[in-house]
């Protein structure tokens, strides 16, 4: 079901009626919608952006307008839209600017583009970003569309508000082919977001739905998370304590579903102290930044609070799991949380792992697996708890992970009297590892839910498939991955590159306003240190991920790769995979290698070649748009990089449909 009109703007009307308003009655409008107290700097700014309006728009009185138009993906509003013509102008005004600043410029070509891919009514439509700087010098109109790109969003025009109007009847004027549109028919078309997982976390933060940010096509996120709260609340009101076992496809929104059941728990139960756990310290340290930084923007113009204050607010509503383990050691009495979120628990680790982390870090001896820890933490409250975990497949990716039969061993060993409801697909092959899951249920009081899996791929608006297709690719599976790719190739770009400037390029061409790109790389790639790609410095996540285009240490230089540790759960618009010879495909099939000393090793482990299949699939699944798979070409005289390491490689991915960059 669409939105309600009246959620869309604060205030919309024909031109004609708006010139016909006086501005204090626009005003009263605006307030009353407003969910903020109305400070005076806002006041003032729709004052200005109405007085402008009211001056330049008699030329345009045919047409429509909104105040305040709701972008829901980003947890914004467009200052205003017009329909003119046939056309749909996103303006954007920054009363009292002199300069035409990148972030602004950025800001409304990010609405433009919002528009055109998640708002049904606009996917056909020509698309003007108009950016508004008040005090600005004016600047010549120069309309054209973005290079590279056939949506019909065009570059942003800038205006100082003078003659607006006369621009924007030129612009029309232009287009004149373009059929009517009608302002009900497309207020009312489907608006399906696809948020990054940082935006989604900052909107859930922010109080928003996450039916406000998700696609129709993700219901079921609602849906798992509306019954994970419903038996949450009965474990409450009965005193039980339960476990919950979360399945989805790769890319349904599992960290979504675990963030929004969080959100949710600490606005309507706070003495529930409802945490988000993960073992991912890159996910938790950009999520915990990104949230901190969104705060301090959120204060501004109210009451401030500084980043330090900020960041010490976040943290407790997302905690790495070691450090929520750690704090447990040290006391003996029930956790203040009664609910916790543990994302990616079949990556807990196993008796082994944490035995031997414990005592080269904490020297000190230590006998439980870290889901049979967990579980015991919980179990120290007199009344009730719950730990519901969130389970991926296939993206396993370092050793010592126990998988879910340890979450289960250690239920029968020693909390028999827990409940334990399970999605459907639980005992699937891509979550058992080989175990028998259900054998391991039996004894153990449990309920098998379908409405616990999440089984649509949200991640990538312009593929759904792409994660079938990279499935295909990994299985050495050429003729199915073509097969799939011909599917999406024409939404979601994938292309082969042998030059890594050219790679550079093609990622800079592609990507428009705030859309992120970056290079990533296996861990193992030591071999790509000669192209000026050094996977064994590290990066810091938050800088990687959320800095902006001046900052060098930012995804935007294209120069420091993430890896697989860095960049799981996490994705940027457009991506560069760079990829070296620890994944070779010669012949009939893959084969693993591990470079070590001066040379590269065969990996014969057969755990040791599925998280190195793993490595290259969470590579080839982070971008939400496109992607150019950048594969050296060697070079004779170096044998750690013999070029018949890598044609092999090229060969193979243009078998799988992926097309030479040109």
């Known amino acids: 079901m669409s939105a309600p009109r009246l959620e869309r703007t604060y205030y919309s009307a ?12 626009i005003l009263g409008h605006l307030a009353q919608n407003n969910q903020h107290d109305l400070d005076p700097l806002t006041r003032n700014s729709w004052l200005t952006e109405i007085h402008i309006l009211h001056r330049e728009l008699p030329p345009l009185s045919d047409g429509w307008i909104g105040f305040e138009f709701s972008i829901p993906r980003m947890g914004k509003r467009a200052d205003a839209v017009l329909l003119f013509r046939g056309i749909i102008f996103v303006l954007e005004f920054k009363v009292g600017a002199e300069n035409f600043t990148a972030a602004a410029i950025d800001q409304v070509t990010d609405y433009a583009l919002d528009l055109k891919n998640f708002h049904e009514g606009s996917y056909s439509r020509i698309i003007i970003p108009v950016l508004i700087a008040t005090n600005a010098a004016a600047k010549p109109v120069q309309l054209s569309f973005f290079p590279n790109a056939d949506d019909r969003v065009a570059e942003p025009v800038f205006s100082n508000g003078e ?13 004149s082919s373009e059929p009517d549109l009608s302002p009900i028919h497309w207020l009312d078309s489907g608006y399906k977001p696809t948020p990054t997982i940082v935006e989604a976390a900052q909107a859930l933060y922010n109080s928003h739905r996450v039916e406000e940010i998700t696609r129709r096509e993700a219901h079921n996120l609602s849906i798992t998370t509306s019954r994970l709260s419903a038996i949450i609340d009965d474990a409450k009101a009965n005193c039980r304590k339960i476990i919950c076992f979360v399945t989805g496809v790769p890319g349904a929104g599992k960290t979504l579903a675990g963030l929004n ?25 950009v999520l915990r930044e990104a949230l901190a930084r969104d705060q301090v923007r959120q204060s501004i113009g109210r009451i401030p609070i500084t980043m330090d204050q900020a960041r010490r607010k976040v943290r407790s509503f997302i905690q790495p799991i070691h450090n929520f383990r750690d704090t447990s050691l040290q006391s003996h009495t029930a956790p203040i949380e009664h609910v916790t979120i543990f994302d990616e628990a079949q990556r807990a680790w196993n008796l082994s792992k944490i035995k031997r982390f414990m005592m080269r870090k904490r020297a000190q001896d230590f006998e439980q697996s870290e889901p049979e820890f967990l579980i015991g933490v919980m179990d120290r409250h ?19 992970e126990a998988g879910l039969v340890e979450w289960f061993d250690a239920l029968r060993r020693n909390y028999p009297k827990w409940v334990v409801y399970a999605s459907d697909q639980l005992t699937r092959p891509v979550y058992t590892w080989g175990h028998d899951l259900k054998a391991k249920l039996a004894g153990l009081e449990h309920k098998i839910e379908s409405d616990l899996h999440l089984a649509v791929s949200v991640r990538s608006y312009r593929a759904e498939n792409l994660a079938h297709f990279v499935d295909a690719v990994i299985d050495g599976n050429a003729p199915e991955a073509a097969r799939i790719y011909t599917g999406i190739q024409n939404t979601y770009p994938v292309f082969l590159s042998r030059d890594l400037p050219q790679t550079r390029a093609w ?88 470079f070590q000393g001066t040379k590269w090793q065969a990996v014969r482990n057969d755990m040791a070649r599925k998280y190195l299949a793993n490595a290259y699939r969470v590579l080839l699944t982070r971008a939400r748009q496109g992607m150019a798979i950048y594969v050296p070409r060697g070079d004779a005289s170096d044998p750690t990089r013999m070029p018949e390491f890598y044609d092999g490689i090229a060969h193979y991915l243009t078998l799988c449909g992926i097309a030479p960059l040109q």
Not at 16 to 25: G, K, M, V, W
Not at 165 to 171: I, N
Request: glycine share 10%; with cysteine.
């Open 507 to 594: 990622l800079r061409m592609k990507a428009r306003g705030s859309e992120r790109l970056g290079l990533v790389a296996s861990s193992g790639a030591s071999r790509l240190k000669p192209e000026g790609l050094n996977v064994h410095e590290k990066i810091y996540a938050p800088n990687w991920f959320l800095n902006d285009k001046v900052d060098v240490r930012s995804c935007f230089y294209l120069e420091d790769p993430a890896t697989e540790f860095d960049i799981q759960g996490l994705e940027l618009d457009w991506v560069g995979v760079c990829w070296d010879a620890d994944l070779r495909y010669a012949g009939r099939g893959w084969s693993c290698h591990k």
């Open 14 to 25: 024909t031109i004609a009626d708006f010139l016909r308003h006086e501005p204090q009655t």
């Open 261 to 285: 059941l969080v959100t949710g728990r600490v606005q309507r139960h706070a003495d529930e102290h409802a945490v988000f756990l993960s073992g991912n310290v890159p996910l938790v340290d």
């Open 163 to 175: 003659r607006l109007g006369e621009m924007l009847v030129a612009a029309a004027r232009r287009f």
């Open 382 to 400: 007199q009344d009730w708890c719950a730990i519901v975990c969130l389970v991926g497949g296939g993206q396993e990716i370092h050793d010592g």
